[in-house]
């Protein structure tokens, strides 16, 4: 997942010395995590499942996944060609109130810019409440 980025567009904020992608394993549950900011530079998180588990290509949208609570709800479920056999549950960080560098020309227009340590905490929470509900 390559993106191509002009930050020399946006303003100057957290996100200049930001990596763009992080990936590491949840200790507490095991699950594959990453972080990946997406073209408008806010942040997308993930945890994902192996083929065993029972959540293995259900869809964000499922009755099994309604109690899961990440930033602005799950967005997105399925797989990323270069993460293998992993099924991916992830949220984005490009709702009302979150700052988007690309889009936001003043940090104060926005309530809250979501840095790296703070997507990674809600995707640790995010790997946690899968492995309760499978």
Known sequence: M???YN???WPEGPWQNE???ERWSDVASGLRCK???NQLGAWCGYAGVVPSSPLYEK???SQKLEDICVHGGLTFSGKHEEE???W???????HAGDFIP???LDLKQSVHYWDIDKVKDEVTKLARQLIEIS
Not at 88 to 94: A, I, K, S, V, Y
């Open 2 to 4: 390559e993106i191509q």
């Open 7 to 9: 930050k020399n567009s």
């Open 19 to 21: 990596p763009d992608v």
């Open 35 to 37: 972080i990946w900011r």
């Open 59 to 61: 869809d964000r949208n």
């Open 84 to 86: 293998g056999d992993i």
């Open 88 to 94: 991916f549950f992830g949220f984005d960080c490009c």
């Open 102 to 104: 690309a889009i936001n």
